[in-house]
């Protein structure tokens, strides 16, 4: 079993900047891809970025240039570093952690609660 607390959510103005933290407790954190998601208020949930055990990267195009996903397995702890944000953006973001390296959420096995960015414009 994976545990996964998300922090770092909050109020920013377009343009802005916020950092994600998502740190894991349970099995062996390096083994696992990891995956940034969110969720607007209406919509399904969608891929953000995530990092593989390798430290491969894939981002949606959307946040591609803007967001930067890293892990540091030392702190058992991923990140999303989001700058120029949108209102667009606003949603609630999960972390989530998986064995297949994949876009789709279906594919991951735990996730976080969830922490809410709400951009203004």
């Not at 894991?24 to 208020?41: H, K, L, N």
């Not at 970025?49 to 990267?57: D, E, K, L, P, V």
């Amino acid at each position: 079993q994976v545990q996964l607390v998300e922090s770092g959510g909050g109020l920013v103005q377009a343009g802005g900047s916020l950092r994600l933290s998502c740190v894991a407790s349970g099995r062996t954190f390096s083994t696992y891809t990891m995956g940034w998601f969110r969720q607007a208020p209406g919509k399904e949930r969608e891929f953000v970025a995530r990092i593989s055990r390798s430290g491969i990267t894939t981002y949606a195009d959307s946040v591609k240039g803007r967001f930067t996903i890293s892990r540091d397995n030392a702190k058992n702890t991923v990140y999303l570093q989001m700058n120029g944000l949108k209102p667009e953006d606003t949603a609630v973001f999960y972390c989530a952690a998986g064995t297949y390296d994949s876009t789709w959420p279906r594919l991951y096995d735990y996730w976080g609660q969830g922490t809410q960015v709400t951009v203004s414009s």
